[in-house]
């Protein structure tokens, strides 16, 4: 069986099994994370984003743990209340319907986002919460996303805010450091001033996603078309589906439903609270038989 016909089967599917074990058995190997404990839902995360690929799973797992430690001012506090100013400013949404493909798309109007008040990692810290969501959805593990940018009001205000520290972090989110397939991303109404941005972090992409970025500029309306059905797009991006205000703050209230599961992923990246607590009853005995000695 292909990694793509694997793709297709459900979560508790038997011929899944030796992945999720093979997988488990090559990430316990490597020094430092013997005290993790990894569950089979975080696990197939993995494999899904990389077809079940073992070898490229673990690598991406590996990547994503050490992007999460090499980031805490971005993936330590996953709280939808800490921005909700800004999320009230209806910055970002996921739409409501996938596109022709299964994949999830997702709206981000940079313009609404006031860098005088809300920092980089904040924003980032948005992204990166959504993504926790979506990528706990099977069909989002098989079919990806894609990412529109809206970037009306770019100023140097923003550019300012994307050093090369963060444009690596950016590209690394893009490529190898999270278990989400990045099928495309449409940048729309870029001003000048954006392509001293996109320069510093497209160096950083991989060939392939490179030519899955799209340049669409003030025209937009009719070349988006050709990339989304116009029952996916909101009216205001050329299509016939619910107005942007709107599924912002659709968007807006399932991430804050989702508050607790996001604090509980910042706390446990590695699975669920259940796989957690039974690591610890296994430490406990453990460490009694280490007292026998
Ligand atoms: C898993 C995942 C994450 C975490 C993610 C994105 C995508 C597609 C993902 O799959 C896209 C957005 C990004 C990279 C966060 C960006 C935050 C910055 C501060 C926004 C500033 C504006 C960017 C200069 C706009 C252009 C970026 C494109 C060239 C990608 O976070």
């Not at 999460?68 to 939808?80: A, F, G, Q």
């Not at 924003?123 to 990528?135: A, D, K, N, Q, Y």
């Not at 060939?207 to 003030?218: D, L, S």
Request: charged share 20%; proline share 5%; net charge neutral.
């Amino acid at each position: 069986m292909n990694g793509h016909q694997l793709n297709d089967l459900p979560d508790e599917s038997e011929q899944m099994r030796p992945y999720v074990i093979c997988l488990r058995r090559q990430i316990l190997q490597t020094n430092d994370l013997s005290v993790q404990t990894f569950s089979d839902n975080f696990l197939i995360k993995f494999l899904r984003a990389r077809d079940f690929d073992v070898a490229l799973s673990s690598k991406l797992l590996l990547n994503y743990l050490q992007w999460r430690k090499d980031s805490p001012e971005i993936s330590s506090c996953l709280s939808p209340s800490s921005v909700l100013g800004l999320l009230s400013t209806s910055y970002h949404a996921v739409l409501p319907q996938r596109d022709h493909t299964g994949s999830r798309v997702l709206i981000y109007r940079i313009g609404q986002w006031n860098p005088k008040e809300w920092s980089a990692f904040h924003v980032f810290r948005i992204s990166l919460m959504t993504s926790e969501i979506i990528s706990m959805e099977t069909e989002t593990q098989r079919q990806g996303l894609k990412a529109i940018f809206d970037l009306q009001g770019w100023s140097l205000g923003h550019a300012l805010q994307i050093n090369p520290s963060l444009a690596k972090k950016i590209s690394s989110v893009l490529s190898d450091s999270f278990p989400l397939k990045v099928r495309g991303i449409h940048l729309v109404n870029e001003p000048v001033l954006f392509r001293p941005v996109f320069a510093m972090i497209s160096p950083f992409l991989p060939e392939k996603i490179k030519q899955r970025v799209h340049i669409h500029g003030t025209a937009f309306h009719n070349t988006l078309r050709e990339f989304f059905l116009p029952h996916v797009l909101p009216v205001e991006y050329g299509g016939e589906g619910p107005g942007i205000e709107e599924v912002c703050q659709g968007w807006t209230n399932q991430l804050l439903e989702s508050e607790n599961l996001l604090k509980q992923i910042a706390a446990h990246p590695t699975g669920d609270i259940c796989d957690y607590l039974h690591f610890q009853k296994k430490l406990k005995v453990n460490s009694c038989r280490n007292d026998d000695v």
